[in-house]
């Protein structure tokens, strides 16, 4: 299956803002995503201090990922708290004063699996991309200017799922954001054969993506 990998090379050590390629804080990734297979290996490195200070009671100001379907929107915040790096997460449908802390760590920097739902590993409940957002989806960032590192993520072109133009630069590009292609998934015929049974298949492979 056709898709993009869509990357900010920065790294904990050498931290990159997590804006558009002009600079812009508040923008737009990529549209028309298939609801479950529309993202894959959605990952951040972020280093502590250049997190905005915020809180799941007010995670206004705090770097965040959104998944919108125009009616029901899923955010996912990650700021510094106490010292902590910490993720929290808006349901889809609720309002931003429902916001409720999913994990946190004390680690300097810390990686948070947007698809996954993980930070630094470990389970982070509540983070799964899009939630309960049904149907096509635009995928957003804001905020970013409120964070800083490196992150990799791998978005399904096919139909009419795509990359934002002119927010992410086109072919690998240092310090802004790029796009180039990638295999989104792949199908491989699979058997198995012996003198009782007779088994074929096709087996579906995508690194990273979010359980159905």
């Known amino acids: 299956m056709n898709g993009s990998l869509i990357r900010e090379n920065g790294t904990a050590a050498d931290p990159q803002p997590f804006t558009d390629a002009t600079g812009t804080a508040n923008w737009t990734v990529a549209t028309d995503l298939n609801e479950t297979r529309g993202v894959r290996g959605y990952v951040a490195v972020v280093n502590g201090s250049e997190l905005a200070s915020a809180s799941a ?14 009616t029901a929107a899923w955010h996912a915040y ?8 910490t993720v929290a997460v808006k349901a889809a449908g609720d309002p931003v004063s429902n916001t409720t802390e999913a994990c946190s760590t004390p680690a300097a920097n810390a990686s948070v699996d947007f698809t996954a739902g993980t930070l630094d590993g470990e389970d982070c409940g509540g983070v799964a991309l899009g939630g309960d957002v049904d149907g096509r989806y635009d995928l957003l960032v804001r905020n970013g200017d409120a964070a800083g590192g490196g992150y990799d993520l791998t978005v399904r ?10 927010n992410v630069t086109e072919g690998a590009s240092v310090p802004t954001p790029y796009s180039v292609p990638a295999v989104y998934a792949v199908r ?25």
């Open 157 to 166: 072109t096919e139909g009419s799922g795509a990359v934002s133009t002119g």
């Open 188 to 212: 491989l015929p699979a058997a198995y054969e012996t003198a009782e049974l007779e088994y074929r298949t096709v087996v579906r492979v995508a690194p990273g993506e979010r359980d159905a």
């Open 57 to 70: 009671s007010d995670p206004g100001d705090a770097f965040h990922v959104v998944v919108t379907n125009g």
């Open 78 to 85: 990650v700021y510094e708290d106490g010292g902590n790096i």
